[in-house]
């Protein structure tokens, strides 16, 4: 077997397009709007929790994001891809919960927790080698990572998280951030 005829079969999901499974939900489809969870799920998650830097809000707001996203279905143009689309959902929904509630006074969130709890400070990195020093390391970075991000304004966070932490180009950042290509530059 041709070894990039291997690496480009492990790069794209297994099964179904997301257009496809995008069109098959709309029909009624429950369970590939269920593949759709499974194969964004993971993505979406990382991001609020970068954003809202706490564990339990993430998961709570992902799951939220992924309820907006099924009721909204049968408004979801086909403009963009699916995976835009929902990251678009994830960051509307995660900049509402950052906001302050009517009468509350300022509200500063750290990434990464801000509790005092050193777990939840720390970005998980996967360490794929079982050098002490180097995770030891590569923890201290994540979290040093973490508590510049939590000094930034949301506005400019939200666009480092989204071109350098998920790695997005700046086309769909601006999409789903809805400002002008310059500006996301």
Do not use: C
């Not at 297994?14 to 369970?31: K, M, Q, T």
């Not at 143009?77 to 919960?97: K, L």
């Not at 079982?130 to 040093?144: K, S, V």
């Amino acid at each position: 077997m041709d070894p990039s005829a291997a690496s480009n079969e492990t790069d794209r999901p297994a099964g179904p397009s997301d257009a496809e499974l995008v069109a098959s939900a709309r029909g009624g489809d429950r369970a590939a709007f269920d593949r759709l969870v499974e194969r964004h799920q993971d993505r979406i998650y990382g991001l609020v929790y970068r954003f809202l830097g706490d564990r339990e809000r993430a998961a709570d707001t992902t799951q939220d994001v992924f309820v907006k996203a099924y009721v909204g279905l049968a408004r979801f143009r086909g403009e963009a891809a699916f995976a835009t689309w929902i990251y678009r959902i994830a960051v509307n929904e995660a900049r509402s919960r950052l906001r302050p509630k009517r009468g509350a006074g300022p509200k500063l969130v750290f990434v990464g927790g801000g509790g005092g709890d050193e777990e939840d400070r720390a970005v998980e990195i996967p360490d794929r080698t079982y050098e002490p020093t180097r995770r030891i390391g590569q923890q201290e970075t994540a979290a040093r990572i973490h508590g510049v991000l939590g000094t930034l304004d949301p506005e400019d966070r939200e666009l480092i998280v989204l071109r350098d932490v998920q790695g997005l180009g700046y086309e769909e950042i601006a999409r789903i951030v809805d400002r002008p290509l310059g500006t996301v530059k």
